[in-house]
């Protein structure tokens, strides 16, 4: 096919398949490498984003990453957050309903942001538009364009500069490239014909061309990302198998506004029944989504007959449950069916070359809200590690990092929804009827709680690798101790701090927006004494000089600060030191106003107190390496031996930069100090 | 002219002259009366906005005025929260500057907004995008329309049918409608030309017809709003005169990014030094403004000869200012000159039926900030009160009350700026040299200081009328011992509550967004204690009744909370009481999730204490009628006879629609109680 002259011949940098969830997300990290002239394409199947139903469930864990990419402020303020989780169970004597324990759904202090709902394409919408802007307009995703054929050679795969990937793809009719299987029922929207109800095979037919031939073309691209969904077609083009079992539990869901006088509507409520369990979801302005617990059998290949599933079945079973409250939805605006299983692929990439993301690595059940938010966790994860490698700053061996961190993830994922998908599927019993068939609430509740925690996302701990210094294995051991509340491995933790500049109040995480760069934060202790500014100006002639980490892993053509950013944090009196004070350039580089940071109180926002919640010293002080995706990958010492172990840490993880060709501090013009 | 058949002649309720900061406060306003018909048009001569320059402080009156419209956030996230004043003046001993006090730019505590600075053209932006968006589309600014004739006449004006204004505007080419005077001084973008150093005759002759026939139209309007600025060529057409005096002081403007040793760069920085004043406000990316006290002798005429003012010129003196600092700005953006005066209009309406607004009213110094805050609150207290005449909700009356509450105010801000401005630019004497021509510093420090609590704009206070029932004069007085810290005729201040339905903290005025409702807050007290449930259950009757408030303002073809929305504040435990034990439907709407709140502890942001902080007793609740600017109408107590005041309070100010046209409560569907 690659030698038909008719077919159109191209390279790309990266080709994401999918412009999902995970797609949109590692479409939006790319674009922020384009600055670095990293050219990346995303095609998609379907023609037209789906308006209703869909996943819609953020963590936040999500919104923090969102908040990285400085879009969350914009989703949050059109999402709905979830507060409460209220649980209900049969009362004994009248046999209906009643409410057992509240319990908030995010736990409190966590993070800055809880638990939220917000369509799936009002969250994408916001992504797409800040990936076309860090595109500078480059961007776009490509709809309706089929990829038919998938072939990597592994010779090129050692190659930096060789396009390994051939994908022949097809630009589809609108026609061909709307869905076949039918999307209503009457006037009713049904998402069954993209639910996991539906085969392989039949996922496959809905494209399946109805005109011979369409435009082609041979796209050979250095990197190849699938995040095509639980369907994937790139998952089976590389022969990677879903593995673990589906179960017998089929659940529908209903999105309408519903008129009820139930009291928790606007919760989540998590009801058994001894008509069967119910979940709420509360969604934006009065929109509710109902997950329904159904009694459908399951046929022997292992699916439901879709066509049972109906609205008013939903409906008969949903007021069911509800009893002795009364509900109607007197316009349902989407329906469908799932069945609740639990499923891993037995590989992430093929020679790092084509990775697979998202729903196309797992499958699980919906109800924990997990579906969207560990889909574009795996593209956060990914996808700054392409960019530095595309960008020449890191070698290919990093996109290691990608399986090990993630696979993991992904397998305690796993468990935790079988074993939440059980409880929640059991049937409910009353405490005089508990059996192994049975589940207690308390239990269950308990279970949940649990669950809730890892759900939240935010306690998610990578492993041991280049990127994370968190093994014991010998190579670079962090200094844990020097910052307790800071773990590698995980995100980092956000606090309030305070500009030296202007007094006003940050959370850390909000001055580091990410865009690519890892940040050192010094955390340099007490400025009130002068052996603590003494400490400063060594670690600062260190950073600036020529060997010092900034200036090797920084080519001449970069900003000084685009691959290593250092932001310090002090905690002295602010008004005890004048800005000028401070070792330039790195530590207080003249006209820049975002390094400098000091624990201190603020006059709108109270007293951050950042060091206490962070655990460290105010004496000893810490250094702490921030990953691009805000995780952490290594706490050390503020000393000689904290910056050896920094240099070894970037030695692992990124290029040398020739000594002639590094972006060195002493070609930055300071400021002469104020003759006071 | 209005015989000519060849132009065209066209009605519209509406017609704001003038898209400038108080032109389009009007406008969004107005949108927001679009659902009941009432039709606007903008016109603005210039044919493109300015891009550089202009007015940009925000305080935060202001921005809670943007909340009221839901467009708060957007433009907070992109402005620069002002946050620390720091006083400079001359060290005795060497000559040069040195820093003083350090305040607070905002009193904390006054509101959850602080002063905050971003580009006027940013901020028309949203709320352009706010009224596109309020009147589906249907209202746009129209550029490059120059008005020609004004007539009104006064035969129609009592009648609520008729158009008695006529005004003849011209479509200007696209060559005519940009600025003659040249608005570059080099390749430095200069504001000169649009500066009150300008005569109105000069400004006239920028907008000189180069052609001698443009597109004529002749609009005959109910209400036309001249926001056409200090030149108002809409006062001018009406008569009114300015009245006030200028003063000797010359100030220069310069905009860029600064390379400085000064330590506060990123403050409000006051300085006085023995070359002359400045004041330093930082703005939005890196981007600062400086304010430069000339040396420029005033000519007879009372004006500056603006050629003098060049940018060299401004940066030798901002250098002189800076000693022992160093400055440089290696690109000016854009700068400009000013003379200080104080003037205010001999009157605000003709006929009520033509008005002006903003700086067409009012000019003031523009280092407070004042300029744009000033003018959006003028069309902001204005333009609900057209839109309720129009929508036919309100009497002609109401329009009285727009000089009566905005005259005093600008009264108010003159008498500051006058002082403040004569500070500013009085010469610094060192304690030894005190005397009448100088100034001391700490006079300096605080008549600012107490400055400052005025321009934040949040102790604003109108005086009593049928729209604002704060008088001694027996008509209607409000019990402002039920809620001390409520006073009427400000506007009412925002604390945290919890939403009986899903636990979530809200500030209490995000519930209420400005749409041209007026809110009854029922603050009920604890409703543990059945004796308060049963007194809130006797005033729901009342408000649900046939001749209750809002069904008697409240026509049919109204959402029934579209005139008067009631929200309900309780203080009893949050979880004691379930919602369907609040009586339907006005208290608890069942579908309806903003209605009901408590001042109870949320899960994530403590306890608002609303009760405690609005100093209302949780025994005996107060009722609050908040206008739909936010300002307070009414507050009284919750029995009967607050009942009546409630009804006298709207007897004055709305019209009342006939009994079988009224929106009533009875028709409404309420939902069974559960059988629990």
Not at 348 to 371: E, M
Request: charged fraction near 25%; include cysteine.
């Amino acid at each position: 096919m690659a030698s038909d002259p008719q077919i159109k011949n191209s390279n790309v940098d990266v080709l994401i398949i999918g412009a999902g969830p995970a797609g949109v997300i590692a479409a939006d990290w790319l674009a922020r490498f384009t600055k670095y002239g990293v050219k990346t394409r995303v095609v998609d199947k379907r023609s037209h984003k789906v308006f209703t139903g869909q996943a819609d469930g953020l963590n936040p864990r999500s919104i923090e990453m969102f908040q990285s990419f400085n879009i969350a402020n914009k989703i949050v303020s059109e999402a709905n957050p979830m507060n409460e989780v209220c649980f209900w169970a049969p009362n004994e004597s009248h046999g209906g309903i009643e409410r057992g324990r509240r319990i908030p759904d995010t736990i409190p202090g966590i993070s800055r942001y809880v638990q939220s709902v917000l369509h799936q394409g009002r969250i994408e919408r916001h992504i797409l538009d800040d990936m076309n802007e860090k595109s500078n307009g480059t961007m776009k995703i490509e709809r309706g364009v089929l990829p038919e054929t998938l072939e990597v050679n592994e010779e090129l795969c050692q190659d930096d500069n060789a396009y390994p990937v051939k994908v022949g793809i097809r630009q589809l009719s609108e026609e061909e490239s709307r869905p076949k299987l039918g999307s209503k029922n009457g006037e009713v929207e049904s998402g069954l014909y993209k639910s996991n109800l539906v085969k392989d095979e039949d996922d496959d037919v809905e494209f399946k061309p109805d005109v011979p031939v369409g435009d082609r073309e041979i796209i050979n691209a250095k990197y190849v990302i699938g995040a095509d969904g639980a369907h994937s077609w790139v998952r089976r083009q590389l022969g990677f198998k879903m593995q673990g079992e589906g179960s017998d539990f089929v659940w529908g869901v209903v999105d309408g506004v519903p008129i009820t006088n139930f009291p928790d509507i606007r919760c989540r409520a998590a009801i058994h029944s001894n008509a069967g369990s119910m979940m709420i979801i509360p969604r934006e302005g009065s929109l509710v989504r109902l997950y329904i617990q159904l009694n459908l059998q399951v046929d022997e290949g292992g699916h439901v007959d879709r066509s049972l599933i109906t609205p008013k079945m939903l409906m008969d079973q949903a007021k069911a449950v509800f009893h002795p409250y009364s509900i109607e939805i007197p316009d349902i605006m989407w329906y469908t069916g799932y069945q609740v299983g639990q499923r891993l692929t037995s590989e992430y990439a093929k020679n790092d070359r084509v990775f697979i993301a998202g729903d196309a690595c797992h499958t699980h059940s919906p109800k924990a809200g997990q579906g969207m938010n560990a889909s574009m966790a795996d593209t956060y994860n990914l996808c700054w590690k392409i960019g530095h490698v595309l960008a020449g700053h890191a070698p290919r061996s990093i996109l290691k990092t990608y399986e090990s961190e993630r696979r993991p993830f992904a397998e305690h994922l796993i468990m935790n929804d079988a074993q939440l998908a059980k409880l929640f599927s059991g049937k409910p019993l009353s405490s005089a009827e508990l059996n192994e068939l049975g589940v207690d609430m308390k239990d269950f509740e308990n279970i949940l709680e649990r669950g809730i925690s890892f759900f939240l996302g935010t306690s998610i701990e990578y492993f041991n690798s280049t990127a994370t210094a968190n093994g014991r294995d010998g190579r670079l051991s962090s200094k844990q101790e020097l910052a307790k509340n800071i773990p590698v491995g995980q995100r980092f933790p956000s606090h309030q701090v305070v500009s030296q500049f202007d007094g006003r109040h940050y959370h850390l995480v909000d001055t580091m927006f990410a865009d690519g760069q890892f940040t050192i934060v010094l955390f340099a202790g007490n400025m009130d004494k002068q052996v603590n500014r003494q400490r400063l100006q060594t670690i600062a002639q260190r950073l600036d000089s020529d060997d010092g980490v900034v200036s090797k892993y920084t080519p001449k053509d970069r900003q000084r600060d685009g691959v290593i950013d250092v932001k310090t944090v002090h905690c002295g009196g602010r008004t005890n030191i004048e800005v000028h004070e401070f070792p330039q350039p790195t530590i207080y580089p003249p006209g820049t106003y975002n390094k400098l940071y000091v624990d201190d109180v603020s006059y709108h926002a109270g007293h951050g107190e950042a060091y206490k919640n962070y655990d460290i010293s105010k004496e000893d002080g810490a250094v702490v390496v921030v990953r691009p995706d805000h995780f952490v990958g290594l706490v050390t010492s503020l000393d000689g031996a904290g910056m050896d172990d920094v240099d070894k840490y970037f030695s692992g993880l990124l290029k040398t930069v020739p000594a002639e060709q590094r972006n060195s501090a002493k070609d930055i013009k300071v400021i002469p100090q104020p003759k006071v």
